[in-house]
């Protein structure tokens, strides 16, 4: 497949209102074609819920069960809370064909949001790319992309997919950081990130030129991509990455 539609999603969710964040998710991935490429922001269910961990650990199982169907020729993107062996953890997960393909616990907590006195941290070893069809995907969780020992594991990678939850303070921060990815990756990038009052939107569709679609006024944002894009920059430009 030499094109397909890259979707962010970009929309307010808050720690009081699980089921309607829920439906939100819902009808904008129904949105967005069968064969495309959709990553929602950060703990897009239930948001940190600090206070109630637990509860928003079964909501995020609960729900996934509703995800899962949409999966079945898109692949989708999102973090959730989630509780293993009595331990919390911020855990990206990849869908398609209906299963979890591939999930992963976000390794560098964000301590001035005091992530770390909530939940554990992953293993860098799970960040890593994943072959979908022959398409070659990764996954950053928001402050990841502040590492770059963690860019060196998305090598390679074809689309990289970054949910967020950043701060407005910071917004220019991370439209630089999201641009500069996808330049030096030579891959398209898609960052979603949260649109609450106190949080930087900018939300991206960008390529491995550097074109970027943002509209931080949008809660779907969509772009047809040409994957052949990829080859011919690292062709173009080459810098060991074809």
């Avoid at 679609?213 to 173009?236: C, G, W």
Wanted: proline share 2%; charged share 25%; glycine share 4%.
């Amino acid at each position: 497949m030499t094109s397909r539609q890259l979707v962010s999603l970009q929309f307010d969710y808050h720690d009081n209102t699980y089921h309607d964040n829920l439906s939100t998710l819902l009808s904008l991935i129904e949105k967005s074609d069968e064969n495309a490429i959709v990553v929602a922001p950060e703990l897009c269910l239930t948001n940190f819920s600090f206070e109630k961990m637990q509860e928003a650990a079964d909501f995020g199982e609960e729900s996934l069960e509703k995800i899962l169907p949409l999966s079945q020729n898109r692949i989708i993107a999102f973090s959730m809370t989630e509780k293993r062996e009595g331990h919390f953890y911020n855990t990206a997960k990849i869908l398609y064909h209906q299963k979890v393909i591939h999930s992963q616990d976000k390794v560098q907590l964000f301590k001035l949001g005091e992530e770390h006195k909530h939940f554990n941290a992953g293993e860098v070893e799970k960040v890593k790319i994943v072959e979908i069809d022959g398409l070659k995907v990764a996954i950053l969780i928001c402050f990841e992309i502040r590492f770059i020992t963690l860019w060196e594991r998305l090598k390679g990678a074809d689309v990289i997919m970054i949910p967020a939850l950043w701060g407005k303070l910071r917004k220019s921060q991370f439209e630089a950081i999201t641009k500069s990815m996808a330049i030096m990756q030579q891959a398209f990038l898609i960052a979603a990130d949260s649109a609450n009052d106190d949080m930087a939107a900018s939300s991206a569709i960008i390529s491995p030129f550097g074109d970027t679609l943002r509209d931080d006024a949008k809660q779907f944002l969509s772009l047809k991509a040409n994957l052949k894009e990829i080859q011919k920059m690292r062709r173009y430009m080459d810098i060991g990455l074809s």
